[in-house]
């Protein structure tokens, strides 16, 4: 059967041990998060996870998600109840804005929480997950007035929200947005145009719906200058917050899809409805970015997350299934055959599986963190560094862990055998449902060209270079320490191949875009490759300090970062043959003749 | 909408320009195949997988199979027809052996015609692919009189065959199976027991159903030497070649998986069922690896072929969806957009995809062609050569075609982003389909230990000592070709380091066979990066030649050799070097620990 269980330890050693965020109380709302605060989040929030939403996971994936025929939509037996646990106990209120409802503790703290929601039902938790990215638009770029009606009734999800950006012509090119709006003499707007693939666009969980819609009002200039976003809810709001009339809008259909069956993904039609403009016009697009950048980083976290939990389910298969005898004898001749955990192979695919997990685990907390500074912290440097993290960082963890996250329910399945790619085990959903994010909020391939053509030269490559000096600074302060030596050689060595890397899409991208582009999914990983080196490093420097012989925890994190830096991270170095050699042979073929 | 076009030009490139099969017309049955006939018979091919079988993929995956209350099994809506025509027509008996009703035409030729019906409906063409393999194992272990009662008549398809291996308790450890076999005084034997993952086990296609069934004779030996091969018909044969009762078996219940819907994988319980000893008792294993290795290829091939359609209608879209504009400057001003294949990475994906397959049907078709050597060529010295390469290719083709094969239709899937995740395109059911020949006829990983533990030492490694002599042969004669040398020298490059993988295997893999299981899987990916290095460089060497500036086909295969050579190659040096850190950091952690 399958399971789930929340990786609280690993959680714990990466926030407590690793990062040390109680070393951030000067931060607000960081001195309330104590150790023990932390902790009791992160085991009330596994429990929630392991026993509410893992449950009705392959519920959602079996029976999917019903439009019927008046256009509402009916979710999953069991999603509208665990929905409203969520929401009554204010697990989603936990880092929100306390000007607006929030409880106001770290976001790092949040992003542990959403992995569990993420691994024990990818497609519940993009109920919520949505919401969040559509709130935190409106913060950024709505009115006063737009906060106090809409943002305080999402922020602990008893109104939910939704991103609408594609259209049937469009997904990556915004510019090419049809959707219109048409001002009215109250101030308002009316929206026409048909919107796809928007999650929860329609759904039995949350009493109102808000829509943040991009549309383009009449006369406005062409391609993506001229796109405004317009906040759209599904129950007009009177003065006194109560509901109002049902908007114009509707869902006009669902995509079938191969996975996240649970989650509604809407074809939207709206059709006259009453919207109102958020932030400036022709400036949507602005605003619209806080709310992708933000989801961007869920995105990667959910392809930890199903890594995660495939993984869970392999280790668990292959302890018990019982087939062949080890290599070097019987391991366990008591039994007609040993345990396949006993074989190399299957080693192989679970340590692959770890070092991924654990690796890109401390990456994503990381990076939260700098979220966190980003925001709160009083010194302006700290800010800027920050800022230049995350805008630097966000591409390669939606990149680099949705690729991996999914290879890495897909090497899980492979363990299971035949028995894998039925639905019995669930790895087959896992595997499914993670294919999604290496597509949405930005192709994988977007994401390189966001990291090369922006992210790397943006203030004269300042936030790239921070990285190597943060790397050369580690490296050098550890130097003397033997018992590293095994991460510190191979990061200082990736860290170098990132560094060329760096130089050759510098000296050969500006001369040639076509070079920027041929190389950017091959740098991303490269870049992904080396900050996971990173991290192994540094939370192998951590085990050292810690490591005391009675807990094998530390034992077992040097073991997994000694897998890492030998058997996975010479994949990178292939990245930086690739890249270098160009877009000649690339793009010499004609369309035709592929 | 999607579409499927036999790649007929590359297949008549790689049979007639690259492996010049009228050059082998002192073999049985090439003589018959001029390159005319070889034509017709891949343009008719051609046109039976596009018009016939490529239409019902989609509905086969849709609708897929039912098994009704009385255990018979109804396949999806219009297979039915097609299998009838493909019986009718003759498609199945071409390379069969004449002296039971055979066509004798080479295999090679086949091989091409199974690429296509795999690549246009890989759930149909698994029912002629199994009993294909079937009937091989009945013709070399099988006597005369159950070659004339069944191979005959399951040589064009009228009647079909089975695998039965895998029960609940044993998939790749065969030696656990538990069905019984107990000897009858009319010489039949009893089988009972429960056999699982049955392709075709029941269906509503052929008259009857041949099952090939592994069981104990009571009393045998245990584990793998004392199971037996047993020929276990659905219907009983009278002696006229007329059907007679119905055997005791019953199809219980089919599983639930993530692709290849459209084929009925069932569970079969045998009740005293009536079978027949095939070849000698408890030597069943032996018999059945003719037909699994047969089947080997059949799988590597189904890798090649949902690359090869997944690719076709990525390329469709790519030529087709407008977004964004070039990097360099509009392609197509008059349009809102310029279509995607302009943007290097969406060519990545495109030139991947193609260095891929077109390498991949090469080294397929270049296989096949010593499948038909060994079995045909008069010269002993070229039989043990070709038997030597059978041996040593066939788990490469398996583990590294499919595997890439996945990956290619995973990259195909991402080219079109949001719809290639719905079913609209197809692309998401060929990867599902793809997803399964990973795992069936011995996981890869299984490919990869069979690999190094038995074909590498075979004969005191001479299959691949002979593999290296014939490629520095290759690069020794064409080494004054300065229009190679972009070829040659990544070949040899290649070509050390996987002397290097075997040499450290051979040091190091007798002294812990753990280090052999740990490098399996590594080894396997570098010798498939190499053979497909071998394919491209023979490939250029011919487009070479035959290239007047007239046909582009030709410098079109360049172009994909030098991708080739330059942006793929790369990754299988990554590969040597995880291998040679040996099995500690895989095998140091404790199985509780995962």
Redesign the interface.
Known sequence: MPRYKAPVRDMQFVLHELLSIENYSNLPGFSDASPDLVDQILEGGAKFAEDVLFPLNKVGDREGCTRNADGTVTTPTGFKDAYKQLVEAEWLSLSADPEYGGQGLPAVVNVALNEMQSASNMAFSMYPGLTHGAYQALLAGGSEEQKQTYVTRMINGGWSGTMNL?EP?????LG?IKTKAIPQEDGSYKITGQK??ISGGEQDLSENIIHLVLARIEGAPEGIKGISLFVVPKYLVNEDGSLGERNTMQCGGL?????IHGNATCVMNYDDAKGWLVGEEHKGMRTMFVMMNEARLGVGLQGLAQADIAYQNA?DF??DR???RS??GPAAPEK??D?I???????????DS?AFIEGARAFILWTALYGDLEHKSPDEKVREKASDYMALMTPVLKGFLTDHG?KTT?EC??LH??I?????MGV?QY??DA??A???EG???IQ??DLVGRKLAANGGRAIFTFFGEIDDFIGENSDNDDLKFALEPLKDIREKLQEGTMWLMQNGMA???N???A??DYMHLFGYTALAYMWAMMSKTALEKKDGSD?FYE?KL??A??YM???L??G??HL??LK?G?D??????????
């Open positions: 594609t012509q469009c997904g990556t090119d090419l796809i693939w995509e079938e899809k191969m996975g280790a292959a302890r019982l087939q062949s290599l070097t007609p055959a345990p955990i006993v074989h190399p192979d299957v080693r192989r695919m679970l340590m770890r999914f897909s399945l492979q055998g035949g894998g790619y039925t639905e019995e087959e595997m499914r294919r999604i290496l597509i949405y192709t994988n391939g390189a060209l040639n875009f076509n920027a582009g041929a950017s999914t094998p077992n073991i997994t000694r897998y030998e058997r996975i010479p994949r170095g292939a043959s690739s050699t877009a042979n690339m793009m010499a073929l004609e369309a035709e003749a592929f």
